[in-house]
């Protein structure tokens, strides 16, 4: 994948495949430690001690349409690249946590890519759930709470275009705000 932001659909697309109801994830830069942290936590049904094992291999896929499962691979593969690092932590009927670490100023880092994109699509895909999305570079943050929407929104669906147009207007705005135009 020539972006991360790929790589974090295709991780927030195990979690919805995982049946869980709510996805948070986190970007957070940080210039002092020269790092970019990537977290996608989910609520779904998790997964063993040895399936967490298996799944850096990417010739192993519970999918059963194909053979291998590249995604969480190349994502920890990018992380290393970097000089960063990675791990999975889940427990089964409890949901996991995916952590990938990068080296913010390492030339090996692939560039973050197109969040505000990747959040809106999940979103209109999966309008059954609930995601946060939480940015944050330095002392500076916001977050994008659909349960927060919801509430607002009363019975107004979150994948209505106006809603979803709001939504990439209201990420895109704060993420000049946080992280500046890089």
Not at 52 to 69: I, Q
Not at 104 to 119: F, H, Q
């Amino acid at each position: 994948m020539r972006e991360l932001s790929l790589n974090v659909l295709d991780i927030a697309q195990n979690s919805v495949s995982a049946n869980a109801s709510l996805i948070q994830i986190e970007v957070n830069e940080n210039t002092s430690d020269d790092t970019l942290t990537i977290i996608i936590t989910d609520n779904g049904k998790g997964m063993t001690h040895e399936q967490v094992e298996k799944v850096v291999n990417p010739f192993y896929t519970t999918r059963t349409t194909r053979r291998v499962g590249l995604g969480v691979p190349f994502f920890k593969m990018a992380a290393e690249m970097s000089g960063g690092s990675f791990s999975i932590k889940s427990e089964v009927g409890k949901g996991t946590i995916v952590t990938a670490i990068f080296g913010l100023s390492n030339v090996d880092r692939m560039p973050l890519g197109d969040m505000t994109s990747t959040i809106s699509l999940l979103i209109r895909c999966n309008c059954d759930r609930d995601f946060i999305y939480k940015r944050t570079k330095d002392d500076k943050q916001f977050i994008v709470d659909t349960r927060q929407l919801r509430t607002i929104l009363g019975d107004v669906p979150l994948n209505e275009p106006d809603v979803l147009k709001w939504i990439e207007d209201y990420i895109n705005e704060n993420t000049t705000a946080v992280c500046g135009n890089n």
